[in-house]
């Protein structure tokens, strides 16, 4: 279908009285609409909507804007949406603003934010009035002047990479919450502790550390943006190393799996209870946590925990409560990057990923001894990359130089075998070898 208004004389005649300006972007937009050959296979209009719904801002979408843009896309059918047709609301101004209880001109405005966001064009009759046609058998548009929805077929690639942007924000974002959420229960527990442990003028440095914690014990809103909330972590990371020096708490030198008494020292005056009994906040974790294991199959993620004994299967990398407990939401990439022995990091590649690592640990099985069916079995009950944890303290066990473990098969089952029981704590083995490198450095 030609555009009308390069070629109607009376467009142009009256572009000064109200009529539409020309523009590349205008242009642009009608030949997206001319060359339209109906969505691809598998897309339907209202997953663009539901894409433009998620993106939002980002993409330049106002609640108002989406909110025309979901009644525009009502009064289209899938047929409108095939090759040779094209999905043009020929509705008229007024009546869309008496829908929606606004004025013409407010309708005038959207329309505009959303021909600037790429989403809409204009399909204008010579005086602008919006009027068309269907056919009664085969419910077809015979002819139609009014707003153009097609270039919306053509923003889903640049929808799709804005949401998987804004997504990256967000997990860095809820990584760096759920940091000063940790953060915050370590000061109180260790201020309690401090407190019931020290009198006389211990108190006082109690109580010059408790206001400031009440400096940054602010709320987190989502309206703070990555950048302050960052700050704020890091705030808070100071806060926790300054008590952590003061009270004289120290990490001890001890492997998963190993006997008590096998402990070289203990922690001088203990630290927060129910806490990991180790010194881990010299490893920065405010930055981006990227999680242990993740599946993304869809916009609706599971935010709850799943109940109690399910376990799911290896391709998901999911672990049921009875194994949260193996510290794996302590563990950061960092972390395990530090820990890993030069065998297993001459197989990474420049800038690592937990992808990266798990395949690294599984070409590492092999050397080890560890067959593939215990693999699988750690893939099940600990996801790929608790796996993957789990093969790099069993390669460190190996090459300890005191008491190297002989059997790295049977340790490796082992580990399994203790977090089936619930009694893995991959954490603290973590950050036992990250405190030995230190030593011997």
Avoid at 216 to 235: G, K, Q
Avoid at 258 to 279: C, D, F, H, L, Y
Avoid at 360 to 369: D, F, I, K, P, T
Avoid at 381 to 401: F, I, Q
Wanted: proline share 4%.
């Amino acid at each position: 279908m030609p555009s009308i208004q390069t070629t109607n004389p009376y467009y142009l005649k009256n572009v000064g009285a109200g009529g539409r300006a020309a523009s590349d972007a205008l242009r642009h937009a009608q030949r997206q609409a001319d060359d339209f050959c109906g969505l691809e296979e598998g897309a339907d209009r209202y997953g663009l909507l539901l894409l433009a719904k998620r993106a939002g801002k980002h993409a330049g979408f106002t609640p108002r804007m989406l909110t025309l843009l979901e009644y525009y896309l009502a009064f289209t059918r899938d047929l409108d949406w095939e090759e040779g047709s094209r999905p043009v609301v020929y509705q008229s101004l007024a009546r869309t603003a008496l829908d929606l209880g606004v004025t013409e001109r407010q309708v005038q405005k959207l329309e505009a934010a959303l021909f600037a966001a790429g989403a809409i064009t204009w399909n204008d009759s010579g005086n602008h009035k919006r009027y068309g046609q269907r056919d009664s058998e085969t419910g077809r548009i015979v002819y139609s002047f009014g707003v153009d929805l097609t270039p919306l077929a053509y923003l889903r690639p640049r929808l799709e990479a804005v949401l998987a942007e804004k997504r990256r924000h967000d997990d860095a974002w809820m990584a760096a919450k759920r940091q000063a959420s940790w953060l915050r229960r370590q000061v109180r527990a260790l201020l309690a502790e401090w407190a019931q442990q020290e009198e006389g003028a211990a108190i006082d440095a109690i109580e010059a550390f408790a206001l400031r914690y009440d400096a940054v014990a602010v709320p987190i809103r989502t309206s703070m943006d990555l950048a302050a909330l960052t700050l704020l972590v890091a705030e808070h990371q100071k806060l926790y190393d300054a008590i952590i020096e003061a009270m004289g708490v120290t990490s001890p030198e001890v492997e998963e799996g190993a006997n008590q008494s096998s402990m070289t020292k203990e922690i001088a005056k203990g630290s927060s209870r129910g806490e990991p009994q180790v010194a881990h906040y010299n490893y920065p974790t405010h930055s981006f946590i990227e999680p242990c294991s993740r599946s993304d199959k869809g916009f609706q993620e599971s935010v709850g925990r799943p109940s109690a004994g399910k376990q799911a299967g290896p391709s998901t990398g999911q672990r049921s409560t009875e194994h949260a407990s193996s510290g794996l939401e302590h563990v950061t990439l960092g972390m395990v990057l530090s820990a890993a022995s030069e065998r297993l990091s001459a197989q990474l590649p420049k800038d690592p990923g937990w992808g990266d690592l798990v395949e690294a640990a599984y070409g590492l099985r092999q050397e080890l001894g560890v067959s593939q069916q215990s693999w699988g079995e750690a893939c099940g009950v600990l996801g790929r990359s608790g796996a993957a944890v789990a093969m790099l303290v069993t390669d460190r066990a190996a090459l300890r130089e005191d008491d190297p473990v002989r059997s790295p098969a049977a340790y490796f089952r082992g580990l399994i075998s203790r977090a089936e029981r619930g009694e893995l704590r991959l954490h603290r083995t973590l950050f036992g070898l990250l405190g030995r490198d230190r030593r011997s450095e």
